[in-house]
């Protein structure tokens, strides 16, 4: 990391506002969402999603639904040669 340099963001909050629902039509859509159940069968497929939306359910609050969680943003760029 030497010649690339480092530096801190900090810490960073947010949310996504609504409710059960609103979580549910962002998450049941996503790429991720869609690749990891594809190759399920019907009835695997659905006890997962069943599954997923209950976990949202659990993480409802006052403030809409809420995780804990954490990530690492990390990104490269090559100098230019002289």
């Not at 954490?70 to 230019?80: C, D, H, N, P, V």
């Amino acid at each position: 990391m030497g010649r690339a340099g480092r530096r801190s963001l900090g810490r960073q909050r947010g949310a996504l506002r609504g409710d059960v629902d609103d979580a549910w039509a962002f998450v049941s859509t996503l790429g991720i969402t869609r690749g990891l159940t594809a190759q399920l069968d019907e009835p695997t497929k659905d006890a997962a999603l069943v599954t997923l939306r209950r976990a949202l359910e659990a993480h409802e609050t006052s403030d809409g639904v809420r995780f804990r969680g954490s990530a690492w943003l990390i990104t490269a760029r090559a100098e230019k040669e002289t």
